[in-house]
């Protein structure tokens, strides 16, 4: 399957490349038929958006799902047709969460990864119990936390589908590259641990702040027919071009924050096949219903063609949406605490939200290939 590239997509995203702490967006209001851009709602809800120029691209695709769910969700008669979603992008730091956390009934779709754990790590040294769903998380510190609702697959998870088909494709030696210290501070000990289960020998490659991914890719050792680099689309894309430049045709490994439409209009390098773990099913070609109306709801309210991460957002925001209804009248903090922490499972259109481990309401992890003329394989 192929995914064609767009160069006006790039410009968009330099656009808005915001400084931290700017508000994204005026708050969306949720209305029913017949009501005006004036229209009132009775609560509010918060999604925090990192827009650093790493994650930005990643943010962007992540709240437009949550967004399209608003819009299906927020007619009137649905769950969430009196409840306004305000977006605003945020450093993560004590002061800007304590002030877009005023008054309102939850967090909702927290992206990305890091910001998702910083706020977290704050709310809990606060002791403020807030419900916090569907946010971008892979990171596992939190997962049992009773008022977070941890809806996709761990890091944990995703690695070891990644490292699993390192694995059985005889790969007995493996590149990690990390774009920063602190990026290996933090993904390391997982990474180590899943390839020591695995007996995978690990080589390893850290840039500094102002590394670009074309520079690491100048520095990759020899050797090892495999490359793990936990980045973003933009800096995947960067790379591979970069490794297609030198004649480096080795297989890069890429976790969930790497989708194949996204990374395709990123242009990555010619003949350097990646494989990529997808926490959700395929946007494009998946019969359930959910993501059948994502399609078309997509295609009618924004340009943008489908992606896994702005699926994601949009089952984040149907959970919500799922959440509210369960909790019923009169909507408070306190009955959706109840409810995530009920950890009930639900249906989301044939998609299945089930804590069986009492932590994660999704174990699925789909390692497909994006070979080198930009077909989706598995």
Request: net charge positive.
């Amino acid at each position: 399957m192929q995914y064609p590239t767009d160069p006006g997509r790039r410009r968009w995203l330099r656009r808005w490349a915001l400084p931290a702490g700017l508000a994204l967006s005026a708050p969306v209001f949720a209305q029913g038929k017949g009501e005006g851009s004036g229209g009132r709602t009775e609560a509010r809800m918060v999604q925090l958006l990192d827009l650093s120029v790493a994650q930005q691209e990643l943010s962007r695709d992540y709240s437009t799902g949550v967004r399209l769910a608003w819009a299906v969700e927020g007619q009137k008669g649905r769950p969430l047709s009196r409840i306004s979603l305000e977006t605003v992008n945020t450093d993560g730091s004590a002061a800007a969460v304590n002030a877009a956390l005023a008054g309102i009934l939850a967090l909702v779709g927290t992206v990305g990864d890091a910001l998702a754990v910083r706020v977290q790590d704050g709310l809990a040294q606060r002791g403020l119990k807030l419900p916090h769903l569907g946010p971008w998380m892979a990171d596992s510190r939190h997962d049992g936390d009773d008022t977070l609702a941890l809806l996709f697959a761990s890091r944990s998870m995703q690695l070891r589908k990644a490292l699993g088909s390192a694995y059985g494709m005889g790969v007995n030696e493996l590149i990690v590259v990390y774009s920063t210290p602190d990026d290996q501070r933090l993904y390391d000990p997982e990474v180590s641990a899943m390839a020591q289960s695995l007996g995978l020998k690990l080589r390893r490659l850290t840039g500094s702040s102002v590394t670009q991914p074309a520079a690491l890719a100048a520095r990759l050792p020899a050797g090892g027919s495999m490359i793990l680099f936990l980045a973003t689309s933009a800096e995947v894309a960067q790379f591979t071009q970069a490794m297609a430049q030198r004649g480096d045709h080795r297989f890069v490994l890429a976790l969930g924050d790497v989708d194949a439409p996204s990374l395709m209009q990123f242009t990555p390098g010619r003949g350097v096949p990646v494989i990529l773990t997808q926490v959700v099913p395929s946007p494009l070609r998946s019969r359930l219903s959910v993501v059948e109306t994502y399609r078309n709801r997509l295609g009618e309210l924004y340009d943008e063609p489908p992606s896994t991460i702005s699926l994601a957002g949009y089952l984040a925001g149907q959970y919500t949406a799922a959440l509210v209804r369960e909790a019923g009248a009169p909507l408070t903090r306190e009955r959706l605490l109840e409810g995530v922490a009920r950890r009930r499972p639900l249906t989301l259109g044939g998609w299945t939200v089930d804590f069986r481990d009492g932590r994660r309401g999704s174990q699925f992890v789909n390692p497909t290939l994006l070979d080198a003329s930009g077909r989706l394989i598995g």
